[in-house]
């Protein structure tokens, strides 16, 4: 059992069995309660130990070591062999009989146009940024998932609490019931009316804890190991407030996560176009041999040169540049309806946080402690003598409204997550 959910079990299943459950509990090595996780340690452990961010800093490294070596020359190459080795006739393969036969050792370096190595430097370059875009984007985006659990937890919370704070009412009403019962003055259809009102209390009670189990998991999968009994406490964030006001959200698009990497994207197309361009420049290399021969006879020492000679580039090298500039045409084009894509989501979001404020204020200012005051009075009227269905009525209406307030907060709350979480600088943090 969850030591969250004790005290809820406590009142479910009576005091007799509560004290067999702490007796089993006493009798675990190690068991003890877990603090409540506040929102902000739950987003900062989340990144610490999300394996997606690991992976992406992996990749990041991996990246730098790649521009680490861009730019560099190739490897030489070693050259050895025989040259002018007879293979037919009475000198078949005597490398002594002809004076043209030498064996020959060398090194050949090749030089590409240092207009390419410029090139592939700067795309290399150009893929550390984007590498370490992608970082702080999924930083943010766990940084918001995890913000997002803990909410669902802390709403789920906050329903079943609702739930049991309508314990009193009911079990009072059943005692009523039963009083009215046995003084005559009430019915028996009346009596196991309360009780089956009771009763389907306890199945709700029943469905919210399960949602908070739920909810404890989908948080527990961004800790990584954290305990299975997570609680959220009594003090969120007030998400009625946002750590960034909204004039700065809409000025920021660019800088919101979804679109942090993009400017690397183009930059990164924008430096394949410059290095297919850099195709055009030919490479040279350079290799020089030693070659020895028999018999006494002179060796011999070549060095030669070699220079590509790109002549037919409008079939070769202009067509990649084309396909390469169309496809940083793609990468702007597809940067801009991204860009248009968040300033409507971030608008939505900002409608619907602002719409959800209003709902909930209205009710803890209005709603809920009407239905409170209905279903009170309805109770206290059938105690003095009135029908029982204004009371069933009025606590019907209680619950659900109850529940509807407590998944409003998280609806709120997520809505806060998601817009809390979209700029990366420190200072904005909540």
Do not use: C
């Not at 999300?50 to 730019?71: D, L, M, N, V, Y």
């Not at 314990?167 to 009596?191: C, E, M, N, T, W």
């Amino acid at each position: 059992m969850n030591a969250s959910l004790f005290l809820r079990h406590v009142r479910s299943h009576g005091f007799s069995a509560a004290l067999g459950v702490l007796a089993l509990l006493a009798a675990v090595p190690g068991w003890a309660s877990t603090p409540d996780l506040r929102l902000e340690d739950a987003v900062r452990l989340a990144v610490e130990r999300a394996p997606a961010i690991s992976a992406r800093q992996s990749q990041t490294e991996a990246a730098r070591e790649e521009a680490g070596r861009a730019g560099a020359l190739p490897d030489p190459k070693l050259t050895f062999g025989i040259d002018n080795l007879p293979v037919t006739g009475a000198d078949a393969f005597n490398t002594g009989a002809d004076f043209m036969t030498m064996k020959r050792i060398g090194l050949m370096q090749e030089f590409p146009a240092s207009a390419k190595r410029r090139a592939r430097q700067a795309l290399a370059d150009r893929a550390v940024e984007q590498a370490e875009a992608l970082t702080v984007a999924d930083q943010l985006q766990v940084q918001r998932d995890a913000a997002t659990a803990w909410v669902t937890l802390w709403a789920a919370e906050r329903e079943l609490d609702a739930l049991q704070d309508l314990r009193k009412q009911s079990a009072l009403a059943v005692r009523l019931a039963k009083a009215r019962l046995a003084g005559g003055a009430g019915s028996a259809v009346d009596a196991m009316a309360t009780q089956a009102a009771a009763l389907e209390l306890e199945n709700r009670i029943e469905t919210a804890i399960a949602g908070v189990e739920g909810a404890q998991a989908m948080l527990g999968r961004w800790l990584g190991g954290a305990p299975a009994d997570l609680r959220t406490g009594d003090s969120p964030p007030d998400f009625t407030r946002l750590p960034v006001n909204e004039e700065t959200l809409l000025a920021s698009i660019d800088r919101q996560s979804p679109l942090l990497p993009w400017r690397s994207r183009e930059d990164v197309a924008a430096a394949q176009v410059d290095a297919a361009t850099a195709e055009k420049h030919p490479d040279w290399s350079i290799s020089t041999s030693y070659g020895q021969r028999e018999r006494g006879r002179s060796d011999m020492l070549m060095v030669q040169f070699a220079v590509d000679l790109p002549l037919f580039t409008a079939n070769r090298q202009d067509r990649g540049i084309a396909a390469r500039r169309a496809e940083l045409d793609a990468v702007i084009a597809s940067h801009e309806d991204a860009r248009r894509m968040q300033s409507e989501q971030l608008r939505r979001s900002l409608a619907q946080w602002a719409g959800l404020k209003r709902q909930i204020a209205r009710d803890d200012s209005q709603l809920l402690p009407l239905t409170r005051d209905r279903a009170q009075t309805a109770l206290a009227g059938y105690g003095a003598g009135s029908e029982l269905q204004s009371w069933l009525d009025a606590r019907r209406d209680e619950l659900d409204i109850r529940v509807t307030h407590a998944r409003r907060l998280g609806d709120l709350g997520r809505a806060w997550a998601a817009l809390a979480y979209l700029l990366p600088n420190e200072e904005v943090r909540p």
